[in-house]
């Protein structure tokens, strides 16, 4: 009996275990729900370390749950962390195949490693009846525009209730409209911004950024006046402002909002990358480069910093520490197309022909409407001679993309005057002119040209202009001192000739 009695203990005492394990696993789902949702919230916020510890542990402890693994995927791609972020992501995916916050996360991972394919696959795999929130269609519709499909994107927005369309997806609708060049959409979303400025001024602060980044200068200026006045304590807000006033020549007001942004928050990286911009806007690129290569060892992982650094050191002729800088933009960000370009266009003016090309064939490939591109490309082709035809038929394309690109013209005249061929040259330096009237050295090659020709009459305007725009360049004035000795105007030809040799001559030490 006694045996029988504990038995029966055993059975109810395993009985009670079993219904307290069933109580807590009933309980575990919501719990989880929330704990996850904490540190997604916290991810989104930028508060990486607060979250990093937790959300490790969560996983090791509940190594089943995809969602888990998706939010520390997550994580790893904002902190740059590309190959881990690619390699949680599809561990997500595995555990759980339609969980389409990790097939996001996996698209940006080799997006920005650089496998674009791969990233578009994964990115059209999410099928429109796995979209199950607005979250998550605003997220899918934000990947499809940095995939470059903006068409899709805007597509994928409107589906999205237009309360959610003028707040979150907002930035990226605008980014879209201007670089499909739709200004009344773009203007659409202007007139929705300037009502974040009361409802979400944070998020008006980051569709302003968009728009700076586009070079929209004047609607930022537009929309941060304003939002400065209302919320002085946002040094965001300030620091966007100050730069979008130094592109469009407002130093002095430039220089009153850095400094309310530097007494908000005196220790931050960006307020020597403006102070830089505004350096370099005023002519000075020595000290706009001093003032990246501090904010740079500030916040190294600033990758928008390294990447100005990486313009302003090109306009500073240090193509070296130019190319230095880009390689290592394009290790942390290989599929970032913009950094591409800006190894191709530092690595051209290096003279590194072969590392150019490599990075401008794929950059123009994937962008094969950009201009730029297009031009720099051309460019690296017409640096070797026995690929002239190659140069010339890549500078036409650039023509066709867009034929009021006065320096594709401009370089298709120089192919054609270094092999001699006038006629063609006069062609395309007219053409640029006519684009560009105040470009002086196509003023001065035309009238260099029309005296090739014997068509003194015509280069003489010409090259009088051009040595009005460009006093200091000595080619132009040896042109005309050609010139007048060709129509016997001996006393200005010699004049002409003076100045030629005094710029030429070399500078003295000090001078």
Do not use: W
């Not at 090309?357 to 001679?385: E, M």
């Amino acid at each position: 009996m006694q045996d029988q009695r504990n038995i029966v203990l055993i059975i109810v005492a395993i009985c009670l275990i079993l219904l307290r394990c069933s109580s807590v696993s009933a309980q575990k789902v919501p719990s989880d729900i929330t704990v996850l949702a904490r540190f997604e919230k916290l991810i989104d916020d930028g508060k990486f370390a607060e979250v990093e510890t937790d959300l490790f542990r969560f996983v090791v402890a509940e190594p089943s749950n995809a969602r888990g693994f998706g939010l520390l995927a997550k994580l790893r791609l904002r902190q740059n962390r590309l190959s881990e972020a690619r390699s949680l992501a599809a561990k997500a995916i595995t555990i759980d195949p339609k969980l389409v916050s990790a097939k996001l996360t996996l698209a940006l991972a080799n997006y920005y490693l650089g496998d674009i394919e791969q990233a578009k696959a994964t990115l059209n795999s999410i099928g429109s009846n796995e979209i199950t929130d607005n979250a998550i269609r605003s997220s899918v519709s934000e990947a499809q525009a940095l995939l470059g499909d903006c068409g899709l994107a805007l597509r994928t927005s409107d589906q999205l209730p237009t309360a959610i369309k003028n707040t979150q997806a907002l930035a990226m609708r605008a980014g879209c409209y201007i670089d499909l060049g739709d200004k009344a959409g773009f203007a659409s979303t202007v007139t929705a911004a300037r009502s974040l400025l009361k409802q979400d001024p944070q998020l008006l602060v980051k569709y302003a950024e968009v728009l700076s980044k586009r070079g929209a200068h004047q609607a930022v200026v537009e929309l941060l006046r304003p939002l400065v006045v209302s919320r002085p304590q946002n040094a965001d807000a300030f620091l966007l402002l100050a730069k979008a006033e130094v592109f469009l020549k407002q130093f002095e007001l430039a220089e009153t909002h850095i400094s309310r942004a530097e007494k908000l928050d005196p220790t931050s990286a960006k307020i020597l990358f403006v102070k830089a911009v505004l350096k370099s806007q005023r002519g000075n690129e020595s000290e706009s480069l001093e003032l990246l290569e501090k904010a740079i060892a500030a916040d190294p992982g600033d990758l928008e910093i390294k990447a100005q650094y990486v313009v302003t050191a090109m306009r500073s002729n240090q193509p070296g520490k130019a190319v230095r800088a880009a390689e290592s933009l394009t290790e942390r960000q290989p599929g970032n197309l913009e950094y591409l370009y800006l190894l191709g266009a530092a690595s051209l003016q290096n003279n590194s022909l072969d590392k150019a090309d490599a990075a401008l064939s794929k950059y123009f490939t994937l962008r094969p409407n950009d201009g730029r591109g297009c031009l720099a490309l051309g460019l690296v082709y017409a640096a070797t001679p026995e690929r002239l035809n190659e140069a010339r038929d890549q500078l036409q394309r650039c023509l066709t993309i867009d034929p009021n690109d006065a320096e594709s013209a401009y370089q298709l005249g120089l192919s054609y005057q270094t092999q001699g061929e006038t006629a063609k040259a006069i062609e395309y330096f007219e053409r640029t002119v006519k684009l560009a009237p105040n470009r002086a050295s196509a003023l001065r090659d035309l009238g260099a040209a029309y005296m090739q020709t014997g068509s003194e009459a015509k280069a003489r305007p010409v090259l009088e202009k051009a040595v009005l725009l460009a006093p200091n360049d000595a080619d132009t004035h040896f042109q005309l001192s050609r010139l007048y000795n060709l129509i016997g105007e001996r006393e200005l030809a010699k004049k002409e000739l003076q100045v030629f040799q005094k710029l030429k001559a070399p500078k003295k030490d000090g001078m």
